[in-house]
């Protein structure tokens, strides 16, 4: 216990105790803890020493994409413009434009009006390889398709029931969470390794 200058220890531990039961001594007094330290102990008068607290354990951070839906899908066209050069079968691709929840007003009708359906993937690459097999024993896939979605994206039940008609029909579908990832499909759809 430290010791205040002019009582003994005896003097303390009695305000301490009275101090607990009342609380109505100083707080100079009532921790003696807490007293100020004097210039000689090479402190400031009246600053005290900061006590670091512990810190909370952190749970591990699990790295994730966090761009939007829009970002990562500019992400992938950018790669697949500057692969246009060297693989010119990739100038066939194109995004769908589909008008979700943020269009402006009245573009949304407007679309719709032009032939625009719900839950068409956002990006094709029209153009048949020869990874599946048709009904004539020829192999083929009529078309690449990409849906792009954050990392907390979910598919909507259109978007659902479309991918499935286009499955059905011979085309590939992907669902891509990655500019990465959806580049790396789209070389080895047209049968070039990354």
């Known amino acids: 216990m430290t010791r205040l200058p ?23 007094l ?7 330290p004097d210039a000689s102990q090479g402190h400031k008068r009246g600053v005290f020493p900061k006590i670091a607290k512990p810190k909370k354990a952190r749970k591990p951070t699990v790295l994730r994409d966090s761009r939007s ?7 992938f066209v950018r790669r697949i413009i500057l692969l246009e050069r060297k693989y010119p079968i990739l100038r066939l691709g194109f ?3 589909n008008a979700g929840a943020g ?8 679309l719709k009006a032009e032939g625009v359906r719900p839950g068409v993937p956002d990006w094709c690459l029209p153009v048949p ?13 009529a078309a690449l398709w990409i849906e792009f979605k954050s990392a907390k994206g979910k598919l909507t039940d259109a978007q659902i029931e479309f991918i499935g008609m286009l499955g059905i029909n ?18 080895d759809y ?4 990354a």
């Open 103 to 110: 269009a402006q007003s009245g573009q949304a009708g407007k």
């Open 30 to 36: 009532a921790n003696p803890l807490k007293t100020r």
């Open 170 to 187: 011979g085309h590939q579908v992907y669902v891509c969470r990655d500019d990465a990832q959806a580049e790396r499909i789209v070389l």
């Open 190 to 193: 047209i049968g070039v390794s």
């Open 6 to 28: 002019g009582l003994t220890v005896d003097e303390i531990e009695v305000i301490s105790a009275k101090n607990r039961a009342s609380r109505s001594l100083p707080k100079k």
């Open 95 to 97: 995004s769908i434009p």
């Open 69 to 75: 839906e829009h970002q990562i899908q500019a992400a």
């Open 129 to 141: 390889n020869g990874l599946l097999e048709d009904p004539t024993g020829r192999r083929h896939s």
